[in-house]
């Protein structure tokens, strides 16, 4: 059997509205300057502290605490506003389950977001595991995410799959195939110079690569 583990963010779903409105929240609460949206992009992917870290100016690091802490204020109850699938990632998912492919998620994310939005946005879809950021287990792009997901179940081929070079390195680090999505947050040049197995232009193009792919 066959094992395709999702990244969420900028992968499954276009989540940086919602995460760069949060983070403009706690700016502003403190007086930092903001920042635009497409900014934003260059600064996700390594979980909610890192990217609280990054928004802060220079000499301000050190308000990184009181700006996660407003930032969970505002995410908790505005994570969906914004938040949308890309077109054909249901499709995608269910061609793969169709075929006998397990589905599972990793993402930086804090996990209790991550399984929250998986729910609402993908109630029909069955994933095996849906792991998030938390304090049990190092961030991607450290594999152990990833073993704990393919730990005690049998499969042929596992795929990491994801819009960033972290998900391209973390597959590297667990020994897996890594699939990079173009669509996502950071385009084809970052997934390709990281090494990318494969990158695909649209969702469906995971399903073909996965299924039919040369892995030879």
Same mark, same amino acid.
């Given at each position: 059997?066959?094992?395709?583990?999702?990244?969420?963010?900028?992968?499954?779903?276009?989540?940086?509205?919602? =995460?760069? #409105?949060?983070?403009?929240?706690?700016? /502003? %609460? &403190?007086?930092?300057?903001?920042? $635009? !949206?497409?900014?934003?992009? @260059?600064?996700?992917?390594?979980?909610?502290?890192?990217?609280?870290?990054?928004? =802060?100016? #220079?000499?301000?690091?050190?308000?990184? /605490? %009181? &700006?996660?802490?407003?930032?969970? $204020? !505002?995410?908790?109850?505005? @994570?969906?506003?914004?938040?949308?699938?890309?077109?054909?990632?249901?499709?995608? =998912?269910?061609?793969?389950?169709?075929?006998?492919?397990?589905?599972?998620?990793?993402?930086?994310?804090?996990?209790?977001?991550?399984?929250?939005?998986?729910?609402?946005?993908?109630?029909?879809?069955?994933?095996?595991?849906?792991?998030?950021?938390?304090?049990?287990?190092?961030?991607?792009?450290?594999?152990?995410?990833?073993?704990?997901?393919?730990?005690?179940?049998?499969?042929?081929?596992?795929?990491?799959?994801?819009?960033?070079?972290?998900?391209?390195?973390?597959?590297?680090?667990?020994?897996?195939?890594?699939?990079?999505?173009?669509?996502?947050?950071?385009?084809?040049?970052?997934?390709?110079?990281?090494?990318?197995?494969?990158?695909?232009?649209?969702?469906?193009?995971?399903?073909?690569?996965?299924?039919?792919?040369?892995?030879?």
């Amino acid at each position: 059997m066959k094992t395709a583990i999702f990244d969420l963010d900028g992968t499954l779903a276009d989540t940086l509205y919602d =995460l760069a #409105d949060a983070i403009n929240y706690g700016l /502003e %609460k &403190l007086g930092f300057p903001l920042h $635009e !949206y497409e900014k934003y992009k @260059f600064m996700v992917g390594n979980g909610i502290i890192k990217l609280c870290e990054r928004a =802060l100016p #220079d000499d301000k690091k050190d308000y990184t /605490e %009181k &700006l996660h802490m407003l930032f969970n $204020e !505002y995410y908790g109850e505005h @994570f969906l506003d914004k938040t949308r699938l890309y077109p054909d990632i249901k499709q995608t =998912l269910e061609i793969l389950a169709e075929n006998n492919v397990s589905l599972a998620v990793a993402t930086n994310k804090p996990q209790d977001f991550a399984r929250e939005i998986i729910k609402k946005i993908l109630p029909d879809i069955k994933f095996m595991k849906i792991l998030g950021g938390c304090d049990e287990r190092p961030k991607k792009p450290y594999p152990d995410i990833i073993h704990e997901i393919l730990d005690g179940i049998s499969f042929s081929e596992a795929f990491m799959i994801g819009d960033s070079d972290v998900d391209i390195i973390t597959a590297k680090n667990a020994g897996i195939y890594s699939i990079g999505c173009e669509w996502g947050f950071r385009g084809r040049e970052e997934l390709s110079g990281a090494g990318a197995d494969f990158i695909a232009c649209n969702p469906l193009d995971i399903a073909d690569f996965v299924l039919k792919g040369d892995l030879s």
